[in-house]
């Protein structure tokens, strides 16, 4: 008989934070990839709106639609058997009410299929937060360097650098947990300041350019796999050269056609 592999639910997350156990998400943004992320055994997919960036060529993440992010997270729901997949709610799906936010999320849970949704900002979405928790909506945060306020930053710059902004990022995630999320997101912030979080939440953090002590740590996969080359952030570890690989295997296969 085959055996019913059993996906990751959200309580699961807060229960490995007290026991010590590392979360382990990566981005995808397809069926095939994401197959080969769960026989790595990763426990959260994030089909990330850095597709934007990474999948459709945009510069930023600005451009991507609900349309995109409900073909995509279909696309990976269908790759997965036990990780659970987090959809994120692009640029100006959340920003505008709350009624709207919670439309959107529908969309990519019922549509999409997706288990949870992450969204941007602090204080700024604590509102939509806590609409969207009430009715039952799981919903990640994201702090520190938040992609999609890209042009108010003047850049993809790490966050934290003053007493002040590092205050203000500690005080949203406080918020961000009380509005009812289930995990955070710190992306590109000192590795102290991370720390400082992790221990005041109950709920888990997944760092991004965070350091060592959150809970869990999240890359997106074409930089961890040595596909994006000089384009991936300084902190994005590469664990492959897959890049590299690809170039070499259609070399072959062209100089194998030609001659
Ligand atoms: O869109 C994305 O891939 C993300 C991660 C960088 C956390 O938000």
Sequence with gaps: M??????VRVPQLAAMKRRGEKIVMVTAYDATFARLFERAGVDLMLVGDSLGMVVEGHENTLPVTMEAMIHHTRA???GTQRALVVADMP????????DEAVANAVRLMKEGGA?????E???????????????????????????QSVKLLGGFRAQGKTEEERERIFHDARRLEH?????????SIPEELAGKITEALSVPTIGIGAGKSCDGQVLVCYDLLGLTGDEAPPFAKRYGELGEAVVSAVSAYAAEVRG
């Design 2 to 7: 085959p055996t019913t592999v059993r996906r």
């Design 76 to 78: 990976v729901v269908r």
């Design 91 to 98: 640029f100006g799906s959340y920003q505008t009410s709350a």
């Design 115 to 119: 288990d949870a949704v992450k969204l």
């Design 121 to 147: 900002g602090g204080e700024s979405s604590e509102a939509v937060v806590r609409r969207m928790s009430a009715c039952g909506i799981p919903v990640m945060g994201h702090v520190g360097l938040t992609p």
């Design 179 to 187: 509005a009812g999320v289930f995990a955070v997101v710190l992306e």
